[in-house]
């Protein structure tokens, strides 16, 4: 079968499914997963052995230079980290509607509106207009989003499964998942910002009660409200629960069973009727902060959603495809660097804008693009 290769520089070789001898459900790709996590793989010891003796084979051909192997083993790591990545990306399906697409199709979003909204009683004579909706479609692009990094062919010549490839293949999967949830999340803020007519979006220094309440008491009425946002903001929840200010006294009234939630997790699981959930934000460990005393977050921290649930979800996400991977050497330092990439597109249904609920408090950065 052929290989396919893409050289647009010296030693540049793309990663090909249809080329590939590697396939999802290869033993070869068990065996690499499992010994990537510490574990003993749940196959043949025969079959190990020989998947590691092939594994040991294509990094010294990888080595010298040879495409083909170099081809093989990223087939082998794109397989390992994708249906992780994949699982973890499942997060947009709380946060709007997400689907997976070919690559050969068109991202597609779909905007509903409503028609003949005088709908009244039946009157005891003559016809009535009903309520309906209509939808169109338009295409939206999408992003490609990347990561990558310097894969070390000694260290899998030697056996060594679990070391620094592991850790790069594991790096590679937190990075282009956090930095697609950023790319979802700054498409999200800017529509709902940027928003003609209708709109709930408001900013402040700070999450007050007020606000909270004030948004709940509209995104109530699209239906059952989730509250999500980082740990930064949704913590801040924790103080409108239990209490109560009489004058310049604050005095504790709540439940025992809601004091002890706040110890024991940080956060209200519920606030006035609605889930309160923490979005994921991880570390990136390639930034550092502007004091150089800890790392930056890959999300922003100061964006509290009300998301209502059971209507037709207006933030649309798609992933088109699966990864992609290409190696290439840097001249300067010597070293093989493997890139993953994965395109996703996600935007805010034109005209749907007000069924999204926004509160941003300024006291942090906003997602930009």
Not at 159 to 173: I, K, R, Y
Not at 214 to 242: E, H, P, W
Request: with cysteine.
């Amino acid at each position: 079968m052929d290989k396919i290769f893409e050289l647009n520089t010296v030693n540049n070789v793309k990663d090909s499914v249809v080329g590939s001898k590697v396939k999802a459900t290869s033993p070869i790709v068990e065996v690499f997963s499992a010994l990537a996590q510490g574990k003993n793989p749940a196959v043949d010891g025969k079959v190990v052995d020989k998947a590691v003796a092939y594994i040991k084979e294509l990094a010294g051909r990888a080595i010298d230079g040879d495409h083909q192997a170099v081809s093989e083993l990223n087939a082998i790591q794109r397989f390992t980290i994708e249906p992780k990545l994949i699982e973890a990306i499942k997060i947009f399906n709380f946060m709007g509607t997400y689907r997976s697409l070919p690559y050969d199709t068109v991202p597609m979003m779909k905007t509903y509106k409503y028609e003949s909204i005088d709908s009244r009683f039946q009157a005891s004579s003559g016809d009535v207009p009903f309520a309906t909706h209509s939808f169109r479609e338009y295409p939206i692009a999408t992003q490609t989003i990347s990561a990558g990094y310097a894969v070390d062919y000694r260290e899998l010549q030697s056996g060594n499964f679990d070391g620094t490839v592991a850790e790069g293949m594991a790096q590679v999967q937190t990075d282009m998942q956090n930095k697609a949830v950023y790319y979802v999340i700054a498409k999200l803020y800017d529509a709902l910002k940027n928003a003609k007519g209708v709109k709930h979006f408001a900013e402040s220094s700070g999450i007050t009660q007020t606000a909270v309440d004030d948004m709940l008491k509209v995104m109530r009425r699209y239906g059952k409200t989730n509250i999500c946002g980082d740990y930064a903001v949704v913590s801040q929840l924790n103080d409108f629960a239990g209490y109560k200010t009489f004058g310049a006294s604050t005095i504790p009234f709540g439940a025992d069973a809601v004091a002890e939630e706040i110890r024991k997790t940080g956060l209200l699981s519920f606030y006035n009727g609605s889930n309160v959930v923490e979005l994921p934000n991880a570390l990136d460990y390639t930034r550092l902060n502007e004091d150089k005393t800890s790392y930056e977050l890959y999300m922003p921290q100061g964006l509290l959603f009300f998301i209502p649930q059971g209507n037709i979800a207006p933030l649309q996400i798609f992933r088109r495809g699966g990864l992609t991977t290409m190696t290439g050497d840097d001249i300067v330092t010597r070293q093989h660097l493997t890139r993953f990439d994965m395109e996703i597109g996600a935007g805010v249904a034109e005209g749907m804008e007000d069924q999204i609920g926004l509160l941003s408090d300024t006291n942090f950065e906003v997602p930009t693009l």
